[in-house]
Nanobody, 127 residues
Framework: QVQLVESGGALVQPGSSLRLSCAASGITWGDYAIGWVRHTPGNEREAVSC????????SYADSVKGRFSIFMDYVKDTVYLQMNNLKVEDTATYYCVEKAWGACSAYGGLLGSADAWGQGTLVTVSS
């Protein structure tokens, strides 16, 4: 059973940077995609970014392109989301999601439904 554990959420000021981590365990298949999905206080859900292990395909939502970067530590099966120039509208709970043998859409999401979700980490951007 896949477990995803997120960390790194915090309260920061606009313009700050944060790095979120998603540590995956229990993955026994050779390829997968991991994405970050955020739920805002207004209950909106948005796919933010995605990475596929086999070919390192990356994708981002337009709202974060140029500010966020996703990358993977292949040895540790850990995915990071580097968030720069944070804005108030980035405030959300960020969830890590995984899909076995999955792929990424062109807009930051997984293609198809996720097989596993993490517990979420809260990012609050406020002055």
């Amino acid at each position: 059973q896949v477990q995803l554990v997120e960390s790194g959420g915090a309260l920061v000021q606009p313009g700050s940077s944060l790095r979120l981590s998603c540590a995956a365990s229990g993955i026994t298949w050779g390829d997968y995609a991991i994405g970050w999905v955020r739920h805002t206080p207004g209950n909106e859900r948005e796919a933010v970014s995605c990475i596929r292990k086999s070919n390192n395909m990356l994708s981002y939502a337009d709202s974060v392109k140029g500010r966020f970067s996703i990358f993977m530590d292949y040895v540790k099966d850990t995915v990071y989301l580097q968030m720069n120039n944070l804005k108030v509208e980035d405030t959300a709970t960020y969830y890590c999601v995984e899909k076995a043998w999955g792929a990424c859409s062109a807009y930051g999401g997984l293609l198809g439904s996720a097989d596993a979700w993490g517990q979420g980490t809260l990012v609050t951007v406020s002055s």
